[in-house]
């Protein structure tokens, strides 16, 4: 019998829980996943901003906003407790947290030298153990379920590390291994059932990046901008929209026999060598 492929990338009545949800990639799943009838879970710092968010969102899914932060346990256990209450369950989570920080980032007035450690500890941080924590909680009433999905938000840097940004690319990179060692430790020790991949987006403009990648004065391409577009088969930096069909996919039942994987969302830059 063939597959119902309607069925299998159904969403409705899924519920999710999406840190990084206000970000500029964040927005826009939050708002396709409620589009697709998933009921979301915001956990956001910042109530304001989210809130604000669902006052953009429209669809037959259902959303909820909880404060909370992703390198407090404490706040995520309660955040945790919070969706099941609402929702009954928790079937997936995209962990959307991270960035990096201006003072991790190596210029002319600032050598690697000179980087201060509280800089790399807060990107170190906010990247990596802001996405082992709240698999940790969440995780483990997916667990107690026998069956969920978590997604990561990796990098184009975890694969080829950016000059520059050198604790952002390492702590991608720690992202992408502990993605593979979840998804062997939760389908062996745990269910089969449980899967975990991550998505590595090529360059996006996003709050973090647009110093590095356009002047603020011009809006025109830095000589950095400029070599990322040279190097990229597909001529343009990616739209949030490019990412939604490796999400939706990566979350529904239709990729039920994919787990442990990073997948590019690129246009090309890593499969192109240069020349």
């Known amino acids: 019998m063939s597959p119902d492929f309607n069925k299998m990338n159904d969403l409705t009545g899924r519920s999710v829980v999406i840190t990084g949800g206000t970000g500029v990639l964040g927005r826009v799943i939050t708002q396709a996943l409620i589009s697709f009838g998933a009921n979301v879970a915001i956990l956001a710092r910042n109530r304001e901003k989210a809130t604000a968010l669902l006052s953009e969102v429209s669809g037959p899914g259902k959303a909820l906003v909880i404060e909370g932060d992703v390198l407090q346990k404490d706040s995520l256990q309660h955040a945790d407790e919070v969706v099941a209450s609402e929702f009954g369950r928790v079937d997936c989570l995209i962990n959307g947290a991270g960035g990096n920080h201006p003072e991790a980032t190596t210029r002319p007035d600032l050598s690697f030298f000179d980087i201060p450690e509280e800089a790399l500890r807060f990107v170190f941080d906010l ?7 709240p698999s940790q909680v969440f995780g483990k009433r997916m667990a107690q379920q026998g069956e ?3 997604l990561n938000i990796s990098s184009m840097s975890a694969f080829r ?3 520059r940004v050198l604790s952002y690319s390492a702590a991608k990179a720690a992202v992408n291994s502990f993605t593979q060692w979840l998804a062997v430790h939760l389908a062996q020790e745990y269910s089969p059932r449980i899967r975990v991949n991550a998505i590595a987006p090529g360059f996006f403009l996003t709050e973090q990046n647009r110093f590095l990648l356009t002047d603020p004065a011009t809006g025109k391409l830095t000589a950095r901008g400029q070599s990322i577009i040279d190097h990229t088969p597909m001529r343009r930096f990616g739209e949030p929209e490019d990412l939604l069909s490796t999400v939706l996919w990566l979350l529904s ?4 026999f994919v787990t442990g994987v990073v997948v590019p969302v690129d246009g090309g830059f890593s499969a192109f060598g240069g020349v």
């Open 253 to 256: 039942p239709a990729s039920s």
């Open 127 to 133: 990247n990596l153990e802001g996405t082992i924590l």
């Open 161 to 163: 590390p950016l000059t």
């Open 148 to 150: 969920g999905v978590i």
